[in-house]
């Protein structure tokens, strides 16, 4: 990797890093405070001379920053409200029904995503969203290769799982 500068670094990183926190909290204030933060102790303690696997690293520290502040909310049924509420509308088109059915899409996987513990909602939403290779995810999630083979596996899974119940309309019994 080619030395950056900090600035170099978060243009790069900035957006995606805002994208996956919004994703994992829900709320644009809370994602962007958990951002700031992302960047500020990366400042603090990652060289860039030294730095390797930089997006990693700072998925790394953005995912601790998250779990640190999930930990922090009062109770997980207020936090799942607050995502439910920030679900973003379905951008216009000319075809309600196209409309209707890519927002429901949309509230279906939010909603699945919801279901899962968070390591599995981050091990697929670095991988199938970010793109992340398993090696990033080795490095991110502090696990080795076979973990993160396991865990994606079973992440998949268990939201096919979460998906089927979705689909026969088990959403609101739980």
């Not at 909290?25 to 102790?41: K, N, P, V």
């Not at 995503?113 to 969203?129: A, F, S």
Request: hydrophobic share 40%; proline share 2%; aromatic share 12%.
């Amino acid at each position: 990797m080619k030395a950056q500068t900090w600035s170099e670094l978060f243009a790069e990183y900035q957006y995606p890093l805002y994208r996956y926190l919004f994703r994992m909290c829900g709320s644009r204030e809370i994602a962007e405070e958990l951002l700031q933060e992302t960047f500020y102790r990366a400042m603090l303690s990652l060289s860039i001379q030294e730095a390797r696997q930089v997006r990693a690293w700072l998925y790394k520290v953005a995912r601790n920053l998250y779990i640190d502040w999930l930990r922090k909310q009062t109770s997980e049924q207020n936090m799942l409200e607050n995502i439910r509420r920030l679900i973003p509308a379905a951008s216009r088109t000319y075809e309600p029904e196209m409309v209707y059915r890519q927002k429901e899409e949309k509230e279906k996987v939010a909603w699945v995503m919801q279901q899962l513990p968070e390591r599995m909602r981050t091990i697929l939403y670095l991988r199938e969203i970010e793109d992340f290779t398993y090696q990033e995810l080795a490095a991110t999630l502090e696990l080795s290769m076979d973990q993160v083979k396991v865990t994606l596996y079973r992440a998949r899974e268990k939201f096919r799982e979460w998906e089927a119940r979705a689909e026969g309309g088990k959403r609101d019994g739980g």
